[in-house]
Nanobody
Framework: QVQLVESGGGLVQAGGSLRLSCVAS????????VTWFRQAPGKEREFVAA????????YYEDSVKGRFTISRDNAKSTAYLQMNSLKPEDTAEYFC????????????????WGQGTQVTVSS
């Protein structure tokens, strides 16, 4: 019943920006921590950013701090990942995931996942 749908990926030149969206349905969105992960071909799924339901705390992987911003609009059941100053190493498929937990960096902690949206950054 729970559904997460990502959008906003695409091809962008280095230094450019994209905003990813994740729309959730059939959950009380405000009660869940929402997290963005990414996965490049042949690599493990990697934590990117999280917005915890507990205290509205945000968390970022070190390489994206200062460049990416996670936000959420609970009234619209939507999470966003604003990505600025994109680098070729940001190229990956990006996924959103939710769970009723305070915070976790591990993909195994999340039980609802979107289908992914591809981000490709050219140099």
């Amino acid at each position: 019943q729970v559904q997460l749908v990502e959008s906003g990926g695409g091809l962008v030149q280095a230094g450019g920006s994209l905003r990813l969206s994740c729309v959730a349905s059939r959950i009380t969105f405000s009660r869940y921590t929402v997290t963005w992960f990414r996965q490049a071909p042949g690599k493990e799924r990697e934590f990117v950013a999280a917005f915890s339901w507990s205290g509205d705390s945000t968390y970022y992987e070190d390489s994206v701090k200062g460049r990416f911003t996670i936000s959420r609009d609970n009234a619209k059941s939507t999470a966003y990942l604003q990505m600025n100053s994109l680098k070729p190493e940001d190229t990956a498929e990006y996924f959103c995931a939710v769970a009723y937990i305070t915070m976790s960096y591990s993909p195994a902690s999340y039980y609802y996942w979107g289908q992914g949206t591809q981000v490709t950054v050219s140099s």
